[in-house]
């Protein structure tokens, strides 16, 4: 398996457009887990999903901000309209139920909105 | 409230040295899981270490160590014979089981370690 791919890797974009970012899991993990990374707060927890159903959003910092995953290879996060305030670096992380096993991270999208 | 708290924003250790950074949690679910990831400036999240709230013995992997003191509802990084590599932030993770059996992974907001030649 080729891991938890994201795309883009690098976004610019200017305040008020609309950002979407991609996420492919882990095929056969179930559950999928938006992260945002800023130097002040860290890696905040903003949505996760299990079989597809989003679990918790309460990370979710305002409406602006919305996820879906349609199916079990894909998901994606949006944000509309797009403030310098959300430029961060987006992680998806995808992993198994079973035991111990840890949550595999892709290799992030670094949002810059201008 | 935090669920995950890492009080060290930044540490120095000398090469060679062994340095302990700190993790401390709260949750009520009795069977939770402790994780710790490393991230070095390339940004990628690499998993280190895992912990399981039932385990007996405290989790090793080659110079990584988990000092977990469950009374203390602590689980601290042990890292022995740092090398350069080593320079990277380090982040404590927890699995936990909410109500409806779902689990939720919440990372604390890290620890930025520098190795000293």
């Known amino acids: 398996d080729a891991g938890v791919i994201q795309s883009p890797r690098h976004e610019v974009t200017e305040m008020g457009q609309e950002v979407t970012l991609r996420c492919k899991p882990i095929?056969?993990?179930?559950?999928l887990f938006w992260y945002r990374q800023t130097m002040m707060r860290g890696l905040e927890l903003l949505i996760y999903?299990?079989?597809?159903?989003?679990?918790?959003d309460s990370g979710m910092p305002e409406d602006r901000f919305s996820a879906k995953m349609p199916n079990a290879s894909f998901s994606t996060l949006k944000i509309q309209p797009s403030e310098p305030r959300d430029s961060a670096v987006y992680f998806c992380a995808s992993r198994s139920r079973t035991g111990g096993t840890e949550a595999f991270f892709g290799q992030g999208t670094r949002l810059t909105v201008v | 409230a935090q669920k995950i708290t890492q009080t060290q924003p930044g540490m120095f250790v000398q090469e060679k040295e062994a340095v302990t950074l700190d993790c401390t949690y709260d949750?009520?679910?009795?069977?939770?899981?402790l994780f710790w990831y490393k991230q070095p400036s390339s940004g990628e999240m690499i998993f280190l270490i895992y912990?399981?709230?039932?385990?007996?013995q405290n989790a090793t992997e080659g110079r990584y160590s988990l000092n977990f003191q469950k009374a203390r509802k602590s689980a601290n990084l042990v890292i022995s014979a740092s090398q350069l590599g080593d320079s990277a932030m380090y982040f404590c993770?927890?699995?936990?089981?909410?109500?409806?059996?779902?689990?939720?992974?919440?990372f604390g907001t890290g620890t930025k370690l520098q190795v000293i030649p």
């Open positions: 912990q399981g709230s039932y385990d007996q």
């Open positions: 949750t009520s679910d009795p069977s939770y899981g």
């Open positions: 095929s056969g993990h179930d559950y």
């Open positions: 999903f299990n079989n597809n159903v989003p679990i918790d």
């Open positions: 993770a927890m699995r936990e089981t909410l109500s409806g059996g779902y689990q939720k992974v919440t």
